[in-house]
């Protein structure tokens, strides 16, 4: 299996990388590891085939430091590198997300990934996947206070997050990588949506 990741310098895509260590990295800044691609997410160049493409794109509105500069990585280069995927003869498509993506929604954030999660289906890729976890948790290269501080308390809550609110606990980074890791050999065509409970128990499949 050939695989195509971006995002493979952060707390997801990281780890999925770890698991998939012959998948050809798709990144920004050079990393120094071998076979990685270093792009610019604006203006992609041709992409070799693989069997599936897996992004795990992402910033925060503080560390972008503008709606529109997280826009340009939630949004646009998450689409740039589906598109280039494709193009490529990529049939198989899985990317990290958020709980409470809604291209309606009037947060600014979900919005932003609800249009991508429509935008990725109307692209028609035999198999979608997306993965929406709540919280992500795990150590990052740059200091997010407010994340932190809620990556602290969340653990504490999740008793108290029964139900349908369970898909906004927290959920580490190395489960989410897991899931990918098995779902980057499902090949049953459709649309398949992931949330928190879902996520874990794809990755305990797995033995995480």
Not at 61 to 86: E, M, N, P, T, W
């Amino acid at each position: 299996m050939s695989v195509l990741l971006a995002g493979a310098t952060g707390l997801v895509g990281s780890r999925v990388l770890a698991l998939l260590p012959d998948a050809i990295a798709v990144v920004r800044r050079p990393t120094g590891r071998v076979g990685e691609l270093v792009v610019d997410f604006a203006a992609l160049p041709p992409l070799p085939d693989a069997d599936v493409a897996i992004c795990a794109l992402g910033t925060t509105i503080r560390a972008a430091g503008s709606q529109a500069a997280f826009r340009a990585v939630d949004h646009d280069a998450v689409l740039a590198f589906a598109r280039a995927a494709q193009a490529a003869g990529v049939k198989r498509f899985i990317v990290v997300t958020a709980v409470g993506a809604d291209a309606g929604s009037s947060v600014f954030s979900s919005r932003v990934k609800g249009e991508v999660e429509t935008a990725l289906t109307a692209m028609g890729f035999a198999r979608l996947d997306l993965v929406q976890p709540g919280l992500i948790i795990g150590p990052r290269a740059e200091r997010r206070p407010v994340e932190a501080f809620l990556q602290a308390v969340t653990p504490l809550l999740g008793p108290l997050l029964g139900g349908g609110l369970s898909r906004y606990g927290s959920v580490p980074a190395e489960v989410i990588a897991a899931a990918i890791a098995v779902l980057s050999n499902r090949v049953v065509t459709g649309r398949y949506v992931h949330q928190n409970r879902a996520i874990r128990a794809l990755a305990a499949s797995a033995g995480h």
